[in-house]
């Protein structure tokens, strides 16, 4: 594994294209001045672009966030909008509520659904939405989304080995761009010898270059073997995100508020080993690391300096 060191006068700035806040600020539940401070904070760690992620949320609380960052968008601070949910796997949600979780065919599916297209006719912002592949209606969804100007990503997923083949090449075939997967190998099953699961079909469609993998390379997420393995063996399709939240606190930086963190409706809380965990104090929530702090932790570990740079900027 190369070693290059990152030298002091790097100056690359990163995009981040899944991070749902920073430092006490919640992407979903803060105020446009909380947010615009967030954003400053990480300008001056060098991610100046961002896609602010929410996780999923009721029904009645997604138009009043939708309306909230739309500004933010069209003013340029903001790259865009990734709806994590509402149409993504019960075993393999995470952090997200069960409770809000839904059916894209279901009553209030179709609610969200009128509300994201209603929403994108007047102020389009939403660029990006994690479904999971075998969520009912799935092919109905990708092209509503893609109608709306909404690029479906697949993950929180416990699909099969050929739901992900599948999902994967309906969205290849019709937007012709690699199909970004959500936090690889986080909340998806693992490779099994005997049920493969969707891990083998990102691993098939890596090889062809069908795939812009996301990796939480915190240190937290996945093990900085994995990490390597990626580039190693597939740099081109490697993205770094943070998945960073109101909890993730940079070291030597004091919250920029005073309330709570919360990951839109989940309560959080601060950990002195920067693992944001919810309010119980044991499940872990969200990325542990802004990508600076990723950047550096990733170069001491013995990582390609350029492999990460240009991962962080995909």
Known sequence: MPNRACSSTCAYTFADRHIHGIAGVDFATSSVAAITAALDLLASRRTTNVTASIPT???????????????????????????????????????????????????????????????????????????????????????????????????????????????????????????????????????????????????????????RVELIADGFHLDYELIAWWLDNYPGVV????????????????????????????ALRYDAGQRPVLADGRTLASGGKDLLATHDALIAAGLAHDLICAAMRR
């Not at 393999?92 to 065919?105: N, S």
């Not at 999971?132 to 092919?139: L, V």
């Open 239 to 266: 993205r770094f995100v943070s998945d960073a939240s109101a909890a993730t606190l940079p070291r030597g930086y004091e919250p920029l508020s005073v309330a709570a963190p919360q990951l839109g409706d989940v």
């Open 57 to 211: 949320v009721s029904v009645t609380a997604l138009p009043e966030i939708l309306q909230r960052l739309s500004p933010l968008v069209a003013d340029n601070l903001l790259d865009g909008i990734h709806l994590e949910g509402p149409f993504i796997a019960q075993r393999f949600a995470g952090a997200h509520p069960h409770e809000h979780i839904l059916a894209a065919t279901s009553n209030l599916g179709c609610q969200v659904l009128d509300i994201i297209e209603t929403h994108q006719t007047r102020q389009p912002s939403i660029t990006m939405m994690t479904v999971a592949p075998e969520t009912p209606g799935f092919g109905q969804l990708v092209h509503h989304l893609l109608d709306c100007g909404i690029v479906p990503a697949l993950g929180h997923t416990a699909a099969t080995t050929q739901q992900m083949r599948d999902a994967i090449d309906l969205i290849y075939d019709l937007t012709g761009h690699p199909v970004v997967i959500t936090h690889c190998h986080n909340a998806m099953p693992p490779l099994h010898h005997r049920d493969p699961g969707p891990l083998l079909a990102v691993f098939e469609a890596a090889a062809a270059d069908m795939v």
